[in-house]
Protein backbone atom coordinates (compact mmCIF):
# COMPACT_ATOMS: atom_id res chain seq x y z
CA UNK A 1 0.00 0.00 0.00
CA UNK A 2 1.26 3.81 -0.89
CA UNK A 3 2.15 6.41 1.23
CA UNK A 4 0.88 9.99 -0.95
CA UNK A 5 2.77 12.71 1.29
CA UNK A 6 2.75 15.83 -0.66
CA UNK A 7 -0.14 15.35 -3.72
CA UNK A 8 -3.16 16.50 -1.23
CA UNK A 9 -1.58 19.22 0.86
CA UNK A 10 -2.68 21.78 -0.82
CA UNK A 11 -6.32 20.73 -0.22
CA UNK A 12 -5.44 19.96 3.20
CA UNK A 13 -4.11 22.89 4.48
CA UNK A 14 -8.07 24.35 2.66
CA UNK A 15 -9.85 22.25 5.04
CA UNK A 16 -7.58 22.81 8.06
CA UNK A 17 -7.83 26.48 7.09
CA UNK A 18 -11.34 26.77 6.60
CA UNK A 19 -11.65 24.89 10.03
CA UNK A 20 -9.50 27.45 11.67
CA UNK A 21 -11.70 30.19 10.48
CA UNK A 22 -14.98 28.13 11.96
CA UNK A 23 -13.39 28.16 15.62
CA UNK A 24 -11.91 31.44 15.36
CA UNK A 25 -15.77 32.93 14.49
CA UNK A 26 -16.91 30.42 17.62
CA UNK A 27 -14.55 31.44 20.14
CA UNK A 28 -15.44 35.28 19.05
CA UNK A 29 -19.29 35.20 19.75
CA UNK A 30 -21.28 35.54 21.96
CA UNK A 31 -23.85 33.73 21.02
CA UNK A 32 -23.65 29.90 22.20
CA UNK A 33 -25.88 28.60 19.21
CA UNK A 34 -23.86 30.26 16.76
CA UNK A 35 -20.89 29.26 18.18
CA UNK A 36 -21.99 25.75 18.56
CA UNK A 37 -23.39 25.87 14.82
CA UNK A 38 -19.97 26.96 14.05
CA UNK A 39 -18.22 23.83 15.59
CA UNK A 40 -20.82 21.49 14.05
CA UNK A 41 -19.86 22.95 10.68
CA UNK A 42 -16.58 22.44 11.46
CA UNK A 43 -17.18 18.44 11.92
CA UNK A 44 -19.61 18.19 8.55
CA UNK A 45 -16.30 19.84 6.93
CA UNK A 46 -14.10 17.21 7.77
CA UNK A 47 -16.27 14.24 7.51
CA UNK A 48 -16.94 15.37 3.69
CA UNK A 49 -12.77 15.53 3.56
CA UNK A 50 -12.67 12.32 4.57
CA UNK A 51 -15.05 10.72 2.44
CA UNK A 52 -13.44 11.97 -0.29
CA UNK A 53 -9.89 10.97 0.47
CA UNK A 54 -10.89 7.44 0.91
CA UNK A 55 -11.78 7.79 -2.46
CA UNK A 56 -9.34 8.93 -3.61
CA UNK A 57 -6.91 6.38 -1.64
CA UNK A 58 -9.18 3.67 -2.95
CA UNK A 59 -8.56 4.21 -6.48
CA UNK A 60 -4.67 4.95 -5.99
CA UNK A 61 -4.40 2.10 -3.35
CA UNK A 62 -2.71 4.33 -1.22
CA UNK A 63 -3.74 5.92 2.38
CA UNK A 64 -3.02 8.95 4.14
CA UNK A 65 -0.07 9.01 6.71
CA UNK A 66 -0.61 9.37 10.14
CA UNK A 67 0.49 12.21 12.26
CA UNK A 68 1.09 11.46 16.10
CA UNK A 69 0.84 14.39 18.39
CA UNK A 70 0.84 14.74 22.11
CA UNK A 71 -0.47 18.47 24.20
CA UNK A 72 -0.42 18.96 27.42
CA UNK A 73 -3.52 18.52 29.38
CA UNK A 74 -6.04 16.32 30.97
CA UNK A 75 -5.71 16.87 34.53
CA UNK A 76 -9.48 16.08 35.43
CA UNK A 77 -11.20 12.80 33.90
CA UNK A 78 -13.90 15.09 32.03
CA UNK A 79 -10.99 16.97 30.00
CA UNK A 80 -10.07 13.21 28.50
CA UNK A 81 -13.05 12.25 28.41
CA UNK A 82 -14.32 15.40 26.39
CA UNK A 83 -10.96 15.10 23.92
CA UNK A 84 -11.59 11.35 23.98
CA UNK A 85 -15.06 12.09 22.40
CA UNK A 86 -14.12 14.80 19.80
CA UNK A 87 -11.28 12.20 18.82
CA UNK A 88 -13.78 9.75 17.61
CA UNK A 89 -15.90 12.15 15.80
CA UNK A 90 -12.96 13.39 13.92
CA UNK A 91 -11.56 9.86 13.34
CA UNK A 92 -8.75 10.29 15.32
CA UNK A 93 -7.44 7.29 17.80
CA UNK A 94 -7.09 9.08 21.42
CA UNK A 95 -4.77 8.11 24.68
CA UNK A 96 -3.21 9.89 27.82
CA UNK A 97 -0.42 9.83 29.74
CA UNK A 98 0.59 11.08 32.93
CA UNK A 99 4.67 10.75 34.22
CA UNK A 100 5.37 8.88 36.82
CA UNK A 101 8.01 11.31 38.25
CA UNK A 102 7.26 13.86 40.45
CA UNK A 103 5.62 17.60 38.80
CA UNK A 104 4.48 15.13 36.01
CA UNK A 105 1.74 16.82 33.97
CA UNK A 106 -1.16 14.60 31.95
CA UNK A 107 -0.67 14.60 28.31
CA UNK A 108 -3.33 13.91 25.16
CA UNK A 109 -2.76 11.96 22.73
CA UNK A 110 -4.12 12.16 19.36
CA UNK A 111 -3.39 9.65 16.47
CA UNK A 112 -4.95 10.42 12.36
CA UNK A 113 -4.56 11.95 9.33
CA UNK A 114 -3.10 15.84 9.39
CA UNK A 115 -6.61 17.18 9.08
CA UNK A 116 -8.24 15.12 11.61
CA UNK A 117 -5.76 15.74 14.20
CA UNK A 118 -5.63 19.62 13.84
CA UNK A 119 -9.00 19.78 13.45
CA UNK A 120 -9.71 17.43 16.78
CA UNK A 121 -7.56 19.35 18.54
CA UNK A 122 -8.83 22.84 17.67
CA UNK A 123 -12.44 21.16 18.44
CA UNK A 124 -11.60 19.52 21.40
CA UNK A 125 -9.76 22.73 22.73
CA UNK A 126 -12.51 25.01 22.16
CA UNK A 127 -15.28 23.00 23.84
CA UNK A 128 -12.99 22.30 26.75
CA UNK A 129 -12.57 26.49 26.65
CA UNK A 130 -16.56 26.82 26.53
CA UNK A 131 -16.91 24.37 29.40
CA UNK A 132 -14.52 26.13 31.58
CA UNK A 133 -16.10 29.88 30.88
CA UNK A 134 -19.34 28.62 31.55
CA UNK A 135 -18.36 27.20 34.53
CA UNK A 136 -16.35 31.12 35.56
CA UNK A 137 -19.84 32.42 35.03
CA UNK A 138 -21.57 29.47 37.49
CA UNK A 139 -19.17 30.90 40.02
CA UNK A 140 -19.50 34.41 39.56
CA UNK A 141 -24.06 34.10 39.73
CA UNK A 142 -23.21 31.43 42.59
CA UNK A 143 -20.64 31.33 44.59
CA UNK A 144 -19.06 35.29 44.09
CA UNK A 145 -15.93 35.39 45.37
CA UNK A 146 -14.61 32.01 45.47
CA UNK A 147 -12.21 29.50 43.69
CA UNK A 148 -13.28 28.64 39.67
CA UNK A 149 -11.82 25.07 41.37
CA UNK A 150 -13.77 24.92 44.23
CA UNK A 151 -15.81 21.33 44.09
CA UNK A 152 -18.97 22.52 42.70
CA UNK A 153 -17.48 24.51 40.52
CA UNK A 154 -15.57 21.00 39.22
CA UNK A 155 -19.04 19.12 39.59
CA UNK A 156 -20.86 21.79 37.52
CA UNK A 157 -17.90 21.35 34.80
CA UNK A 158 -18.11 17.70 34.86
CA UNK A 159 -21.87 17.98 33.91
CA UNK A 160 -21.58 20.29 31.26
CA UNK A 161 -18.83 17.79 29.30
CA UNK A 162 -21.11 14.99 30.37
CA UNK A 163 -24.31 16.05 28.38
CA UNK A 164 -22.22 17.71 25.66
CA UNK A 165 -20.67 14.28 25.22
CA UNK A 166 -23.76 12.03 25.04
CA UNK A 167 -25.33 14.41 22.76
CA UNK A 168 -22.35 14.55 20.52
CA UNK A 169 -22.27 10.90 20.45
CA UNK A 170 -26.19 10.85 19.98
CA UNK A 171 -25.55 13.06 16.92
CA UNK A 172 -23.16 11.17 15.37
CA UNK A 173 -25.52 7.99 15.95
CA UNK A 174 -28.60 9.78 14.55
CA UNK A 175 -26.29 10.66 11.38
CA UNK A 176 -25.07 6.99 10.72
CA UNK A 177 -28.79 5.83 10.92
CA UNK A 178 -29.36 8.22 8.23
CA UNK A 179 -26.51 7.21 6.32
CA UNK A 180 -27.69 3.05 6.64
CA UNK A 181 -30.96 4.02 5.06
CA UNK A 182 -29.79 6.25 2.60
CA UNK A 183 -27.24 3.20 1.41
CA UNK A 184 -30.01 0.58 2.10
CA UNK A 185 -32.58 2.52 0.11
CA UNK A 186 -29.90 3.34 -3.02
CA UNK A 187 -28.67 -0.28 -2.71
CA UNK A 188 -32.53 -1.43 -3.45
CA UNK A 189 -32.99 0.89 -6.05
CA UNK A 190 -29.96 0.02 -7.85
CA UNK A 191 -30.85 -3.76 -7.43
CA UNK A 192 -34.39 -3.25 -8.92
CA UNK A 193 -32.70 -1.99 -12.09
CA UNK A 194 -29.49 -3.96 -12.11
CA UNK A 195 -26.84 -2.08 -11.26
CA UNK A 196 -24.08 -2.54 -8.66
CA UNK A 197 -22.54 0.09 -6.18
CA UNK A 198 -21.21 -1.76 -3.85
CA UNK A 199 -17.86 -0.24 -4.03
CA UNK A 200 -19.29 2.93 -3.33
CA UNK A 201 -17.56 4.57 -0.34
CA UNK A 202 -19.60 5.61 2.59
CA UNK A 203 -19.02 7.50 6.43
CA UNK A 204 -18.70 3.81 7.76
CA UNK A 205 -16.35 2.58 5.19
CA UNK A 206 -14.25 5.67 6.80
CA UNK A 207 -14.74 4.70 10.11
CA UNK A 208 -13.32 1.83 9.69
CA UNK A 209 -10.99 2.62 7.39
CA UNK A 210 -9.00 5.27 9.59
CA UNK A 211 -9.82 3.19 13.16
CA UNK A 212 -7.82 0.62 11.13
CA UNK A 213 -4.89 3.03 10.13
CA UNK A 214 -4.55 4.47 13.37
CA UNK A 215 -4.75 1.35 15.25
CA UNK A 216 -1.56 -0.16 13.32
CA UNK A 217 0.26 3.33 13.74
CA UNK A 218 -0.72 3.16 17.22
CA UNK A 219 1.08 -0.24 17.80
CA UNK A 220 3.69 -0.16 15.55
CA UNK A 221 1.98 -2.48 12.58
CA UNK A 222 2.91 -1.85 8.69
CA UNK A 223 -0.44 -0.39 7.34
CA UNK A 224 -3.08 -2.44 6.45
CA UNK A 225 -2.08 -4.87 9.00
CA UNK A 226 -5.16 -4.18 11.09
CA UNK A 227 -7.90 -4.14 8.43
CA UNK A 228 -6.19 -7.47 7.11
CA UNK A 229 -6.39 -9.37 10.89
CA UNK A 230 -10.03 -8.33 11.23
CA UNK A 231 -11.12 -9.46 8.34
CA UNK A 232 -9.26 -12.86 9.23
CA UNK A 233 -10.61 -12.96 12.52
CA UNK A 234 -14.52 -12.16 10.70
CA UNK A 235 -13.82 -15.02 8.55
CA UNK A 236 -13.19 -17.10 11.28
CA UNK A 237 -16.05 -15.81 13.08
CA UNK A 238 -18.41 -17.25 9.98
CA UNK A 239 -16.97 -20.65 9.81
CA UNK A 240 -17.71 -20.98 13.72
CA UNK A 241 -21.01 -19.81 13.35
CA UNK A 242 -21.78 -22.21 10.62
CA UNK A 243 -20.57 -24.46 12.33
CA UNK A 244 -22.26 -23.72 15.34
CA UNK A 245 -25.40 -23.56 13.67
CA UNK A 246 -24.83 -27.06 12.10
CA UNK A 247 -24.40 -28.37 15.56
CA UNK A 248 -27.38 -26.95 16.75
CA UNK A 249 -29.44 -27.97 13.88
CA UNK A 250 -28.24 -31.56 14.80
CA UNK A 251 -29.15 -31.79 17.85
CA UNK A 252 -32.37 -30.09 17.51
CA UNK A 253 -33.45 -33.22 15.12
CA UNK A 254 -32.25 -35.54 18.07
CA UNK A 255 -34.58 -33.79 20.64
CA UNK A 256 -37.14 -34.15 18.26
CA UNK A 257 -36.51 -37.79 17.99
CA UNK A 258 -36.25 -38.54 21.30
CA UNK A 259 -38.31 -36.22 23.21
CA UNK A 260 -38.04 -38.13 26.95
CA UNK A 261 -34.24 -37.97 27.12
CA UNK A 262 -34.39 -34.34 25.54
CA UNK A 263 -36.62 -32.95 28.34
CA UNK A 264 -34.44 -34.16 30.83
CA UNK A 265 -31.44 -32.76 29.59
CA UNK A 266 -33.55 -29.63 29.34
CA UNK A 267 -34.51 -29.70 32.95
CA UNK A 268 -31.01 -30.44 34.53
CA UNK A 269 -29.30 -27.54 32.70
CA UNK A 270 -31.90 -25.31 34.16
CA UNK A 271 -31.19 -26.83 37.67
CA UNK A 272 -27.59 -26.10 36.61
CA UNK A 273 -28.09 -22.82 35.68
CA UNK A 274 -30.22 -21.46 38.90
CA UNK A 275 -27.87 -22.85 40.72
CA UNK A 276 -25.00 -20.60 38.98
CA UNK A 277 -27.09 -17.87 39.21
CA UNK A 278 -28.25 -18.16 43.20
CA UNK A 279 -24.26 -18.44 43.87
CA UNK A 280 -23.22 -15.05 42.09
CA UNK A 281 -26.17 -13.22 43.56
CA UNK A 282 -25.28 -14.64 46.96
CA UNK A 283 -21.28 -13.98 46.64
CA UNK A 284 -22.96 -10.03 45.47
CA UNK A 285 -25.03 -9.56 48.36
CA UNK A 286 -21.86 -10.50 50.99
CA UNK A 287 -19.49 -8.10 48.90
CA UNK A 288 -18.80 -5.07 50.36
CA UNK A 289 -19.90 -1.96 49.25
CA UNK A 290 -17.36 0.00 47.39
CA UNK A 291 -16.13 3.45 48.55
CA UNK A 292 -17.24 5.77 45.79
CA UNK A 293 -14.43 8.15 44.59
CA UNK A 294 -14.46 11.65 44.42
CA UNK A 295 -15.68 12.19 40.97
CA UNK A 296 -18.97 9.82 41.85
CA UNK A 297 -19.40 12.00 44.84
CA UNK A 298 -19.14 15.29 42.89
CA UNK A 299 -22.18 13.37 41.01
CA UNK A 300 -24.46 14.08 44.06
CA UNK A 301 -23.77 17.54 43.84
CA UNK A 302 -26.94 19.84 43.04
CA UNK A 303 -23.84 21.95 40.60
CA UNK A 304 -23.31 18.94 38.29
CA UNK A 305 -26.71 18.62 37.35
CA UNK A 306 -27.32 21.88 37.11
CA UNK A 307 -24.09 21.74 34.35
CA UNK A 308 -25.47 18.57 32.99
CA UNK A 309 -29.19 21.12 32.11
CA UNK A 310 -26.87 24.25 30.51
CA UNK A 311 -24.94 21.24 28.86
CA UNK A 312 -28.76 20.23 26.94
CA UNK A 313 -29.05 24.04 25.87
CA UNK A 314 -26.45 24.15 23.87
CA UNK A 315 -26.72 23.86 20.06
CA UNK A 316 -24.20 21.57 18.47
CA UNK A 317 -27.13 20.66 15.52
CA UNK A 318 -27.90 24.12 14.21
CA UNK A 319 -26.69 24.87 10.27
CA UNK A 320 -24.63 28.06 9.97
CA UNK A 321 -26.90 30.62 8.22
CA UNK A 322 -25.78 31.77 4.49
CA UNK A 323 -24.19 35.18 6.16
CA UNK A 324 -22.13 33.53 7.93
CA UNK A 325 -21.05 30.94 5.57
CA UNK A 326 -19.89 33.29 3.57
CA UNK A 327 -17.38 35.10 6.02
CA UNK A 328 -15.55 32.13 5.82
CA UNK A 329 -15.37 31.64 2.33
Known sequence: MNIHEHTF????????????????????????????????????????????????????????????????????????????????????????????????TYEHRLI????????????????????????????????????VFIKEAIAYREGVAERLGTRLWQLREEHLKEERAKRDAERARNKAQGVNTENALTIMDVISSEEDFNADHAYGYEPGTTARRRKERELREEAAQRE???????????????????????????????????????KMRRARPRQKTPEEERRSLHSFREGYSKGAEVSLDRQMDQKTTRRIE
Open 112 to 147: GSKANVIGATIMAQYLQDTVDRLAKDWVKANRPGSS
Open 244 to 282: ADALLAKQAEWDAAHPEEAAKRKERERKEYDARMKEAFE
Open 9 to 104: DAKTEAVIEKVRKLMALANGNDNEHQAEAAANKARELLEAYNLDMASINKDTKSFTPRQDQKHRGGLYKWQRDLWNMVAILNFCKYSYYRGLTAGS
